[in-house]
Protein backbone atom coordinates (compact mmCIF):
# COMPACT_ATOMS: atom_id res chain seq x y z
CA UNK A 1 0.00 0.00 0.00
CA UNK A 2 2.70 2.31 0.80
CA UNK A 3 4.14 1.88 -2.63
CA UNK A 4 1.10 2.89 -4.26
CA UNK A 5 0.75 5.72 -2.34
CA UNK A 6 4.17 6.87 -3.32
CA UNK A 7 3.71 6.37 -6.34
CA UNK A 8 0.67 8.35 -7.03
CA UNK A 9 2.50 11.39 -5.36
CA UNK A 10 5.19 10.79 -8.10
CA UNK A 11 2.40 10.61 -11.08
CA UNK A 12 0.96 13.78 -9.60
CA UNK A 13 3.73 15.37 -9.50
CA UNK A 14 4.31 14.76 -13.52
CA UNK A 15 0.58 15.75 -13.97
CA UNK A 16 1.49 19.25 -12.16
CA UNK A 17 4.48 19.59 -13.85
CA UNK A 18 2.85 21.26 -16.93
CA UNK A 19 0.77 22.67 -15.28
CA UNK A 20 2.92 24.66 -12.81
CA UNK A 21 4.87 25.51 -16.21
CA UNK A 22 1.72 27.04 -17.58
CA UNK A 23 1.01 28.75 -14.24
CA UNK A 24 4.46 29.82 -13.73
CA UNK A 25 5.20 30.71 -17.18
CA UNK A 26 1.66 33.17 -17.44
CA UNK A 27 2.56 34.61 -14.22
CA UNK A 28 6.00 35.53 -15.65
CA UNK A 29 4.33 36.69 -18.95
CA UNK A 30 2.22 39.41 -17.08
CA UNK A 31 5.11 40.66 -14.93
CA UNK A 32 8.17 40.72 -16.61
CA UNK A 33 9.72 44.53 -14.83
CA UNK A 34 12.28 44.94 -17.43
CA UNK A 35 11.43 47.40 -19.55
CA UNK A 36 12.18 47.47 -23.05
CA UNK A 37 13.17 49.65 -25.99
CA UNK A 38 11.46 49.11 -29.63
CA UNK A 39 8.27 50.77 -28.40
CA UNK A 40 7.35 51.46 -31.92
CA UNK A 41 4.05 52.93 -33.48
CA UNK A 42 5.11 54.26 -36.40
CA UNK A 43 7.76 54.12 -38.75
CA UNK A 44 10.94 56.23 -36.94
CA UNK A 45 11.71 59.23 -38.22
CA UNK A 46 8.53 59.89 -40.38
CA UNK A 47 6.73 62.79 -40.18
CA UNK A 48 3.56 60.66 -39.06
CA UNK A 49 5.25 59.56 -36.00
CA UNK A 50 6.70 63.21 -35.01
CA UNK A 51 3.21 64.76 -35.40
CA UNK A 52 1.82 61.42 -33.45
CA UNK A 53 4.43 62.41 -30.97
CA UNK A 54 3.63 65.89 -31.03
CA UNK A 55 -0.15 65.26 -30.17
CA UNK A 56 -0.07 62.79 -27.26
CA UNK A 57 3.29 63.77 -25.96
CA UNK A 58 0.62 65.61 -22.64
CA UNK A 59 -1.64 63.27 -22.31
CA UNK A 60 0.88 60.38 -21.96
CA UNK A 61 2.68 62.45 -19.25
CA UNK A 62 -0.44 63.39 -17.43
CA UNK A 63 -1.73 59.56 -17.60
CA UNK A 64 1.25 57.64 -16.95
CA UNK A 65 2.00 57.82 -13.33
CA UNK A 66 -1.35 56.88 -12.63
CA UNK A 67 -1.17 53.94 -14.87
CA UNK A 68 2.56 53.37 -13.94
CA UNK A 69 1.26 53.32 -9.74
CA UNK A 70 -1.86 50.28 -10.96
CA UNK A 71 0.44 48.06 -13.10
CA UNK A 72 3.11 48.20 -10.10
CA UNK A 73 0.52 46.92 -7.79
CA UNK A 74 -0.38 44.52 -9.71
CA UNK A 75 2.67 43.45 -11.04
CA UNK A 76 3.76 42.85 -7.41
CA UNK A 77 0.74 40.80 -6.51
CA UNK A 78 1.22 38.23 -9.63
CA UNK A 79 5.15 38.03 -8.84
CA UNK A 80 4.48 36.70 -5.40
CA UNK A 81 1.82 34.36 -6.98
CA UNK A 82 4.76 33.33 -9.56
CA UNK A 83 7.06 32.74 -6.80
CA UNK A 84 5.34 30.72 -4.85
CA UNK A 85 4.09 28.87 -8.03
CA UNK A 86 8.19 28.49 -8.79
CA UNK A 87 8.35 27.41 -5.12
CA UNK A 88 5.64 24.41 -5.41
CA UNK A 89 7.42 23.24 -8.55
CA UNK A 90 10.59 22.73 -6.48
CA UNK A 91 9.30 21.21 -3.75
CA UNK A 92 7.59 18.85 -6.28
CA UNK A 93 10.65 17.94 -8.20
CA UNK A 94 12.29 17.46 -4.84
CA UNK A 95 10.03 14.94 -3.89
CA UNK A 96 10.12 13.35 -7.12
CA UNK A 97 13.99 13.05 -6.77
CA UNK A 98 13.80 11.68 -3.63
CA UNK A 99 12.34 8.28 -5.31
CA UNK A 100 14.92 8.12 -8.42
CA UNK A 101 17.79 4.96 -7.80
CA UNK A 102 20.22 7.41 -7.15
CA UNK A 103 18.83 8.97 -4.27
CA UNK A 104 16.70 6.41 -2.45
CA UNK A 105 19.49 3.54 -1.90
CA UNK A 106 21.22 6.45 -0.20
CA UNK A 107 18.26 6.73 2.83
CA UNK A 108 19.83 3.52 4.47
CA UNK A 109 23.44 4.44 4.67
CA UNK A 110 22.73 8.11 5.60
CA UNK A 111 20.65 7.12 8.87
CA UNK A 112 23.11 4.58 9.80
CA UNK A 113 25.97 6.98 9.60
CA UNK A 114 23.98 9.47 11.62
CA UNK A 115 23.09 6.27 14.21
CA UNK A 116 27.04 5.31 14.53
CA UNK A 117 27.91 8.98 15.01
CA UNK A 118 25.54 9.71 17.80
CA UNK A 119 26.47 9.82 21.14
CA UNK A 120 22.75 10.85 22.10
CA UNK A 121 19.94 11.15 20.77
CA UNK A 122 19.86 14.88 21.40
CA UNK A 123 23.10 15.27 19.57
CA UNK A 124 21.30 12.76 16.86
CA UNK A 125 18.53 14.77 16.03
CA UNK A 126 20.71 17.92 16.19
CA UNK A 127 23.12 16.87 13.41
CA UNK A 128 20.31 14.93 11.30
CA UNK A 129 18.78 18.81 11.25
CA UNK A 130 22.67 20.55 10.51
CA UNK A 131 22.23 17.64 7.84
CA UNK A 132 19.48 18.44 6.05
CA UNK A 133 20.28 22.77 6.54
CA UNK A 134 23.58 21.57 5.22
CA UNK A 135 21.37 20.42 2.07
CA UNK A 136 19.25 23.29 1.50
CA UNK A 137 22.79 25.77 1.90
CA UNK A 138 24.00 23.77 -0.98
CA UNK A 139 21.72 23.73 -3.52
CA UNK A 140 20.50 27.07 -2.37
CA UNK A 141 23.90 28.48 -3.22
CA UNK A 142 23.94 26.60 -6.39
CA UNK A 143 21.15 28.37 -7.42
CA UNK A 144 22.90 31.81 -6.62
CA UNK A 145 25.67 31.03 -8.39
CA UNK A 146 23.32 30.59 -11.43
CA UNK A 147 21.70 33.77 -11.20
CA UNK A 148 25.12 35.47 -10.37
CA UNK A 149 26.10 33.93 -13.59
CA UNK A 150 23.41 35.03 -16.16
CA UNK A 151 22.00 37.94 -14.60
CA UNK A 152 18.56 38.82 -13.93
CA UNK A 153 18.32 40.08 -17.94
CA UNK A 154 19.86 37.36 -19.65
CA UNK A 155 17.60 35.17 -17.47
CA UNK A 156 14.77 37.07 -18.81
CA UNK A 157 15.26 36.60 -22.56
CA UNK A 158 14.94 32.52 -21.81
CA UNK A 159 11.33 32.35 -23.28
CA UNK A 160 12.04 34.98 -26.00
CA UNK A 161 15.35 33.95 -27.66
CA UNK A 162 15.16 31.40 -30.39
CA UNK A 163 18.73 29.83 -30.04
CA UNK A 164 17.98 29.97 -26.43
CA UNK A 165 15.16 27.88 -26.67
CA UNK A 166 17.08 25.48 -29.41
CA UNK A 167 19.97 24.97 -26.67
CA UNK A 168 17.43 24.36 -23.92
CA UNK A 169 15.66 21.43 -26.07
CA UNK A 170 18.95 20.14 -26.73
CA UNK A 171 19.73 19.83 -23.38
CA UNK A 172 16.44 18.15 -22.22
CA UNK A 173 16.81 15.96 -24.89
CA UNK A 174 20.10 14.54 -23.47
CA UNK A 175 18.47 14.84 -20.10
CA UNK A 176 15.84 12.76 -21.32
CA UNK A 177 18.15 10.09 -22.84
CA UNK A 178 20.36 10.00 -19.85
CA UNK A 179 17.35 8.69 -17.98
CA UNK A 180 16.38 6.53 -20.80
CA UNK A 181 19.68 4.52 -19.63
CA UNK A 182 21.92 5.73 -22.47
CA UNK A 183 24.12 6.78 -20.19
CA UNK A 184 24.74 8.67 -17.01
CA UNK A 185 25.16 12.11 -16.36
CA UNK A 186 28.15 12.21 -13.73
CA UNK A 187 31.02 14.39 -12.09
CA UNK A 188 34.60 13.63 -11.95
CA UNK A 189 34.90 10.44 -9.91
CA UNK A 190 38.25 12.49 -8.25
CA UNK A 191 35.85 15.42 -7.03
CA UNK A 192 33.24 12.97 -5.42
CA UNK A 193 35.91 10.72 -3.50
CA UNK A 194 37.61 14.11 -1.84
CA UNK A 195 34.48 14.67 -0.74
CA UNK A 196 33.48 11.44 0.95
CA UNK A 197 36.89 11.35 2.40
CA UNK A 198 36.03 14.62 4.11
CA UNK A 199 32.43 13.06 5.29
CA UNK A 200 34.44 10.90 7.45
CA UNK A 201 35.80 13.71 9.87
CA UNK A 202 34.17 14.64 12.87
CA UNK A 203 32.06 17.76 13.75
CA UNK A 204 30.09 19.78 11.71
CA UNK A 205 32.14 19.94 8.91
CA UNK A 206 31.63 16.17 8.66
CA UNK A 207 28.02 16.46 8.40
CA UNK A 208 28.33 19.30 5.45
CA UNK A 209 30.49 17.29 3.42
CA UNK A 210 28.44 14.16 4.09
CA UNK A 211 25.37 16.67 2.77
CA UNK A 212 27.77 17.65 -0.29
CA UNK A 213 28.66 14.21 -1.26
CA UNK A 214 24.77 13.07 -1.47
CA UNK A 215 24.49 15.98 -3.84
CA UNK A 216 27.12 14.73 -5.99
CA UNK A 217 26.71 11.41 -6.25
CA UNK A 218 22.84 11.87 -7.00
CA UNK A 219 24.28 14.41 -9.58
CA UNK A 220 23.35 12.15 -12.65
CA UNK A 221 19.66 11.82 -11.46
CA UNK A 222 18.85 15.56 -9.60
CA UNK A 223 20.87 17.18 -12.58
CA UNK A 224 18.54 16.72 -15.89
CA UNK A 225 15.02 16.88 -12.62
CA UNK A 226 16.62 20.48 -11.41
CA UNK A 227 17.51 21.47 -15.13
CA UNK A 228 14.41 20.34 -16.52
CA UNK A 229 12.22 22.61 -13.19
CA UNK A 230 14.81 25.54 -13.60
CA UNK A 231 13.52 25.47 -17.96
CA UNK A 232 9.38 24.48 -17.59
CA UNK A 233 9.42 27.76 -16.21
CA UNK A 234 10.43 31.49 -18.03
CA UNK A 235 13.33 32.84 -15.57
CA UNK A 236 13.36 35.92 -13.72
CA UNK A 237 16.11 36.90 -11.24
CA UNK A 238 15.08 34.83 -8.34
CA UNK A 239 13.99 31.78 -10.13
CA UNK A 240 16.79 29.70 -9.76
CA UNK A 241 17.25 30.58 -5.91
CA UNK A 242 13.41 29.29 -5.21
CA UNK A 243 13.68 26.43 -7.21
CA UNK A 244 16.87 25.32 -5.45
CA UNK A 245 15.05 26.26 -1.98
CA UNK A 246 11.77 24.61 -2.77
CA UNK A 247 13.92 21.18 -4.75
CA UNK A 248 16.40 21.36 -0.95
CA UNK A 249 13.79 21.84 1.45
CA UNK A 250 11.40 18.60 0.32
CA UNK A 251 14.91 16.53 -0.16
CA UNK A 252 16.69 17.83 3.27
CA UNK A 253 12.88 17.09 5.40
CA UNK A 254 12.40 13.68 3.78
CA UNK A 255 16.33 12.99 5.17
CA UNK A 256 16.01 14.28 8.40
CA UNK A 257 12.89 13.25 9.14
CA UNK A 258 14.68 9.41 8.37
CA UNK A 259 17.61 10.15 10.09
CA UNK A 260 15.59 11.39 13.68
CA UNK A 261 13.18 8.34 13.32
CA UNK A 262 14.35 5.16 11.41
CA UNK A 263 12.27 3.29 12.53
CA UNK A 264 10.29 5.04 9.78
CA UNK A 265 12.61 3.14 7.02
CA UNK A 266 10.68 -0.08 7.66
CA UNK A 267 7.67 1.23 5.68
CA UNK A 268 9.51 2.52 2.54
CA UNK A 269 9.38 -0.33 -0.16
CA UNK A 270 12.59 -1.97 -0.72
CA UNK A 271 14.91 -0.89 -3.29
CA UNK A 272 14.05 -2.11 -7.26
CA UNK A 273 13.01 -1.97 -10.67
CA UNK A 274 10.18 0.51 -9.75
CA UNK A 275 13.08 2.96 -9.17
CA UNK A 276 14.34 2.71 -12.72
CA UNK A 277 10.22 2.80 -13.97
CA UNK A 278 10.48 6.28 -12.28
CA UNK A 279 13.87 7.49 -14.28
CA UNK A 280 12.25 5.90 -17.29
CA UNK A 281 8.67 7.73 -16.86
CA UNK A 282 10.90 10.82 -16.10
CA UNK A 283 12.79 10.53 -19.08
CA UNK A 284 9.42 10.54 -21.36
CA UNK A 285 8.27 13.25 -19.83
CA UNK A 286 11.79 15.29 -20.86
CA UNK A 287 11.99 13.75 -24.13
CA UNK A 288 8.31 15.80 -24.62
CA UNK A 289 8.73 18.68 -22.51
CA UNK A 290 11.79 19.45 -25.09
CA UNK A 291 9.31 19.84 -27.62
CA UNK A 292 7.92 23.25 -26.42
CA UNK A 293 11.23 24.70 -26.69
CA UNK A 294 11.82 23.55 -30.43
CA UNK A 295 8.31 24.93 -31.44
CA UNK A 296 8.86 28.33 -29.53
CA UNK A 297 11.95 29.11 -31.44
CA UNK A 298 10.21 27.54 -35.02
CA UNK A 299 7.22 29.81 -34.68
CA UNK A 300 10.21 32.93 -33.93
CA UNK A 301 11.77 32.74 -36.70
CA UNK A 302 9.38 30.94 -39.06
CA UNK A 303 11.26 27.87 -40.20
CA UNK A 304 8.44 25.38 -40.23
CA UNK A 305 9.92 22.28 -39.09
CA UNK A 306 7.54 21.51 -36.21
CA UNK A 307 4.18 22.01 -37.32
CA UNK A 308 1.22 21.01 -35.06
CA UNK A 309 0.84 17.94 -36.61
CA UNK A 310 4.42 16.70 -36.49
CA UNK A 311 4.29 17.87 -32.62
CA UNK A 312 1.29 16.13 -31.99
CA UNK A 313 2.59 12.80 -33.46
CA UNK A 314 5.77 12.93 -31.60
CA UNK A 315 3.66 13.59 -28.86
CA UNK A 316 1.06 10.54 -29.13
CA UNK A 317 4.18 8.07 -29.84
CA UNK A 318 5.68 9.42 -26.96
CA UNK A 319 2.50 8.89 -24.50
CA UNK A 320 1.81 5.17 -26.42
CA UNK A 321 5.53 4.05 -25.92
CA UNK A 322 5.43 5.04 -22.33
CA UNK A 323 2.11 2.68 -21.50
CA UNK A 324 3.57 -0.16 -23.59
CA UNK A 325 7.14 0.28 -21.41
CA UNK A 326 4.62 0.56 -18.32
CA UNK A 327 3.16 -3.03 -19.01
CA UNK A 328 6.49 -4.45 -19.33
CA UNK A 329 6.35 -5.03 -23.07
CA UNK A 330 9.75 -2.42 -23.49
CA UNK A 331 12.77 -3.40 -21.65
CA UNK A 332 15.73 -0.57 -21.65
CA UNK A 333 19.29 -1.75 -20.65
CA UNK A 334 19.01 -0.81 -16.59
CA UNK A 335 15.50 -2.30 -15.90
CA UNK A 336 14.74 -5.63 -14.13
CA UNK A 337 12.49 -8.69 -15.33
CA UNK A 338 8.97 -7.56 -14.33
CA UNK A 339 7.00 -10.49 -13.17
CA UNK A 340 3.92 -8.88 -13.06
CA UNK A 341 2.52 -5.53 -13.75
CA UNK A 342 1.45 -3.80 -10.38
CA UNK A 343 -1.92 -1.43 -10.01
CA UNK A 344 -0.42 1.50 -9.97
CA UNK A 345 1.87 0.80 -13.25
CA UNK A 346 -1.53 -0.12 -15.11
CA UNK A 347 -3.27 2.96 -14.47
CA UNK A 348 -0.90 5.01 -14.97
CA UNK A 349 -0.09 3.27 -18.31
CA UNK A 350 -3.63 3.71 -19.38
CA UNK A 351 -3.51 7.08 -18.36
CA UNK A 352 -0.79 7.48 -20.94
CA UNK A 353 -2.99 5.66 -23.42
CA UNK A 354 -5.70 8.17 -23.06
CA UNK A 355 -3.43 10.85 -23.47
CA UNK A 356 -2.55 9.60 -26.58
CA UNK A 357 -6.20 9.09 -28.19
CA UNK A 358 -7.07 12.12 -26.69
CA UNK A 359 -4.25 13.98 -28.90
CA UNK A 360 -5.41 11.88 -32.35
CA UNK A 361 -8.12 14.44 -33.18
CA UNK A 362 -5.78 17.27 -32.90
CA UNK A 363 -4.53 15.43 -36.20
CA UNK A 364 -7.51 16.56 -37.76
CA UNK A 365 -7.61 19.84 -36.53
CA UNK A 366 -9.46 19.42 -33.00
CA UNK A 367 -8.77 22.70 -30.70
CA UNK A 368 -7.38 19.94 -27.58
CA UNK A 369 -8.03 22.80 -25.08
CA UNK A 370 -6.32 21.25 -22.40
CA UNK A 371 -2.79 21.15 -24.11
CA UNK A 372 -3.28 24.21 -26.01
CA UNK A 373 -0.92 26.88 -24.29
CA UNK A 374 1.69 24.40 -25.16
CA UNK A 375 1.56 23.10 -28.49
CA UNK A 376 1.99 25.03 -31.89
CA UNK A 377 -1.17 26.38 -32.86
CA UNK A 378 -3.93 25.44 -35.11
CA UNK A 379 -2.44 27.75 -38.12
CA UNK A 380 0.40 26.16 -38.46
CA UNK A 381 -1.42 23.05 -39.34
CA UNK A 382 -1.48 21.45 -42.86
CA UNK A 383 -4.89 19.83 -43.06
CA UNK A 384 -8.04 20.79 -41.00
CA UNK A 385 -11.17 18.66 -41.75
CA UNK A 386 -14.09 20.83 -42.50
CA UNK A 387 -11.42 23.77 -42.80
CA UNK A 388 -14.08 25.90 -45.09
CA UNK A 389 -16.34 26.22 -42.28
CA UNK A 390 -14.35 26.04 -39.54
CA UNK A 391 -10.54 27.31 -38.94
CA UNK A 392 -10.15 28.95 -42.03
CA UNK A 393 -9.80 32.75 -42.73
CA UNK A 394 -12.99 35.29 -43.35
CA UNK A 395 -13.89 36.34 -46.67
CA UNK A 396 -11.24 39.18 -47.72
CA UNK A 397 -12.55 42.30 -49.24
CA UNK A 398 -9.87 44.31 -48.79
CA UNK A 399 -5.84 44.73 -49.63
CA UNK A 400 -3.05 42.19 -48.14
CA UNK A 401 -2.52 43.67 -44.86
CA UNK A 402 0.99 44.06 -43.24
CA UNK A 403 2.32 40.52 -42.18
CA UNK A 404 -0.51 38.97 -42.72
CA UNK A 405 1.26 36.17 -44.92
CA UNK A 406 3.32 34.75 -41.75
CA UNK A 407 1.45 36.28 -38.61
CA UNK A 408 -1.97 35.08 -37.67
CA UNK A 409 -4.86 35.79 -35.33
CA UNK A 410 -6.92 32.55 -34.16
CA UNK A 411 -10.43 31.92 -34.38
CA UNK A 412 -10.48 33.44 -37.98
CA UNK A 413 -10.24 37.18 -36.44
CA UNK A 414 -9.64 39.35 -39.39
CA UNK A 415 -7.06 42.01 -37.35
CA UNK A 416 -3.98 43.89 -38.37
CA UNK A 417 -0.16 43.38 -37.26
CA UNK A 418 1.28 46.58 -37.41
CA UNK A 419 -0.07 49.10 -35.26
CA UNK A 420 -0.08 51.83 -37.79
CA UNK A 421 -1.85 50.33 -40.27
CA UNK A 422 -4.56 49.37 -37.70
CA UNK A 423 -5.01 53.05 -36.02
CA UNK A 424 -5.53 54.25 -39.44
CA UNK A 425 -8.43 51.88 -39.97
CA UNK A 426 -9.87 51.94 -36.88
CA UNK A 427 -10.37 56.31 -37.63
CA UNK A 428 -11.50 54.76 -40.63
CA UNK A 429 -14.13 52.79 -39.50
CA UNK A 430 -14.99 54.74 -35.75
CA UNK A 431 -13.51 51.77 -34.00
CA UNK A 432 -11.94 51.36 -30.62
CA UNK A 433 -8.28 49.36 -30.98
CA UNK A 434 -8.12 46.05 -29.40
CA UNK A 435 -4.02 45.62 -28.64
CA UNK A 436 -2.77 42.33 -27.71
CA UNK A 437 0.74 42.07 -26.97
CA UNK A 438 1.68 38.64 -27.49
CA UNK A 439 4.46 35.99 -28.48
CA UNK A 440 5.11 32.86 -30.30
CA UNK A 441 6.61 31.54 -27.02
CA UNK A 442 3.63 32.63 -24.52
CA UNK A 443 2.72 29.76 -23.24
CA UNK A 444 -0.25 32.08 -21.17
CA UNK A 445 -0.98 34.05 -24.55
CA UNK A 446 -2.24 30.75 -26.33
CA UNK A 447 -4.19 29.64 -23.35
CA UNK A 448 -5.94 33.09 -22.71
CA UNK A 449 -6.65 32.42 -26.91
CA UNK A 450 -7.94 29.00 -26.30
CA UNK A 451 -10.46 29.08 -23.12
CA UNK A 452 -11.29 33.02 -23.35
CA UNK A 453 -11.36 34.40 -26.93
CA UNK A 454 -13.26 31.04 -28.01
CA UNK A 455 -16.06 32.12 -25.85
CA UNK A 456 -19.12 33.41 -28.31
CA UNK A 457 -19.53 36.10 -26.62
CA UNK A 458 -16.32 37.34 -26.20
CA UNK A 459 -15.45 36.20 -30.08
CA UNK A 460 -18.12 38.66 -31.11
CA UNK A 461 -16.87 41.92 -29.62
CA UNK A 462 -13.50 41.32 -30.69
CA UNK A 463 -14.64 40.46 -34.43
CA UNK A 464 -17.58 43.08 -34.37
CA UNK A 465 -16.62 45.84 -31.93
CA UNK A 466 -13.08 46.04 -31.81
CA UNK A 467 -10.48 46.43 -34.32
CA UNK A 468 -7.97 43.67 -33.23
CA UNK A 469 -4.00 44.05 -33.39
CA UNK A 470 -1.79 41.17 -32.61
CA UNK A 471 1.72 42.14 -31.90
CA UNK A 472 4.18 39.40 -31.51
CA UNK A 473 6.84 41.01 -29.42
CA UNK A 474 9.20 37.85 -29.98
CA UNK A 475 9.09 37.58 -33.77
CA UNK A 476 12.51 37.38 -35.26
CA UNK A 477 11.90 38.69 -39.23
CA UNK A 478 14.46 41.29 -39.66
CA UNK A 479 13.21 44.72 -40.52
CA UNK A 480 14.22 46.90 -43.95
CA UNK A 481 16.89 48.56 -43.15
CA UNK A 482 15.58 51.93 -43.01
CA UNK A 483 13.18 50.84 -40.17
CA UNK A 484 15.93 49.92 -37.64
CA UNK A 485 16.79 52.02 -35.03
CA UNK A 486 19.00 52.39 -31.81
CA UNK A 487 16.48 51.58 -28.98
CA UNK A 488 17.87 53.96 -25.95
CA UNK A 489 15.02 51.58 -23.60
CA UNK A 490 16.30 47.93 -24.85
CA UNK A 491 19.62 49.05 -25.08
CA UNK A 492 19.97 47.60 -28.29
CA UNK A 493 19.58 48.03 -32.05
CA UNK A 494 15.80 47.33 -33.34
CA UNK A 495 16.39 45.20 -36.06
CA UNK A 496 13.39 42.51 -36.08
CA UNK A 497 9.46 43.22 -35.96
CA UNK A 498 9.65 41.43 -32.46
CA UNK A 499 12.00 44.12 -30.81
CA UNK A 500 9.74 47.11 -32.57
CA UNK A 501 6.70 45.82 -31.32
CA UNK A 502 8.52 45.37 -27.65
CA UNK A 503 10.10 48.93 -28.11
CA UNK A 504 6.80 50.09 -28.40
CA UNK A 505 4.95 48.37 -25.32
CA UNK A 506 7.93 49.35 -23.00
CA UNK A 507 7.93 53.07 -24.30
CA UNK A 508 4.24 53.68 -24.17
CA UNK A 509 2.96 51.02 -21.54
CA UNK A 510 6.42 50.80 -19.53
CA UNK A 511 5.95 46.89 -19.34
CA UNK A 512 6.83 44.06 -21.87
CA UNK A 513 4.86 41.39 -20.35
CA UNK A 514 2.58 38.99 -22.81
CA UNK A 515 -0.19 38.53 -22.84
CA UNK A 516 -0.83 42.07 -22.54
CA UNK A 517 -3.97 43.74 -23.41
CA UNK A 518 -4.84 47.09 -24.47
CA UNK A 519 -8.11 49.49 -25.75
CA UNK A 520 -7.30 52.29 -27.24
CA UNK A 521 -9.43 55.03 -28.86
CA UNK A 522 -8.45 56.63 -31.63
CA UNK A 523 -6.92 59.61 -30.12
CA UNK A 524 -4.59 56.71 -29.09
CA UNK A 525 -5.72 57.22 -25.55
CA UNK A 526 -6.24 54.24 -23.63
CA UNK A 527 -9.86 53.61 -22.64
CA UNK A 528 -9.46 51.87 -19.26
CA UNK A 529 -6.51 52.03 -17.22
CA UNK A 530 -4.75 49.83 -16.87
CA UNK A 531 -5.10 47.30 -18.97
CA UNK A 532 -4.74 43.78 -17.95
CA UNK A 533 -2.97 40.68 -18.98
CA UNK A 534 -3.59 37.20 -17.86
CA UNK A 535 -7.51 36.84 -16.90
CA UNK A 536 -9.20 33.30 -17.24
CA UNK A 537 -12.35 34.49 -15.56
CA UNK A 538 -14.72 35.06 -18.72
CA UNK A 539 -17.09 37.50 -17.14
CA UNK A 540 -14.39 39.83 -15.82
CA UNK A 541 -12.71 39.43 -19.51
CA UNK A 542 -16.15 40.35 -20.71
CA UNK A 543 -16.62 43.70 -18.21
CA UNK A 544 -13.05 45.00 -19.41
CA UNK A 545 -14.23 45.22 -23.16
CA UNK A 546 -17.98 46.51 -22.43
CA UNK A 547 -15.75 49.19 -20.21
CA UNK A 548 -13.69 49.84 -22.95
CA UNK A 549 -16.68 50.35 -25.55
CA UNK A 550 -18.76 52.82 -23.36
CA UNK A 551 -15.97 54.69 -22.76
CA UNK A 552 -15.31 55.10 -26.67
CA UNK A 553 -19.12 55.72 -27.44
CA UNK A 554 -18.85 58.34 -24.92
CA UNK A 555 -15.81 60.07 -26.48
CA UNK A 556 -17.56 59.84 -29.76
CA UNK A 557 -20.47 61.81 -28.34
CA UNK A 558 -18.17 63.87 -27.14
CA UNK A 559 -16.90 64.88 -30.61
Known amino acids: MKKVILLLMFFAMLTALPIAKSNAQSQQDTVSATVPDDLQFTEVGSEKDKAANSQIKDSVSKDTVTAVKNATSVKSVEAKQSLWVTFGLGILAGIAAFFLPCIFPMVPLTVG ?104 VSFSCTGPLIGTSLVAINTDLLTPVVVMFGFSLSLATIFTIFAIFPSLMTGLPKSGGWLNSIKVFLGFLELGLSLKFLSTADLAYHWGILDREVFLAIWIVLAILLGVYLLGKIKFSHDSDLAYVSVPRLFISIGAFVFAIYLIPGLFGAPLKAVSALVPPLSTQDFVIGQESATSAPAITHSKRKYSDFLHIPHNIDGFFDYEEALAYAREVKKPLFLDFTGHGCVNCREMEARVWSDPRVLKKLKEDYIVVSLYTDDKTELPEKEQFDSKILQTRVNTIGKKLKHLQAERFNTISQPYYVLLGTDEKELVSPPIGVEFDIEKYLQYLDKGLSEFAKKQKNE
Open 113 to 216: FFTKRAESRAKGIRSAIIYGLSIIVIYVGLGVIITLIWGASALNEISTDGFFNIFIFLILIIFGISFLGAFEITLPSSFVNKLDAKSDSKGLSGIFFMAATLAV
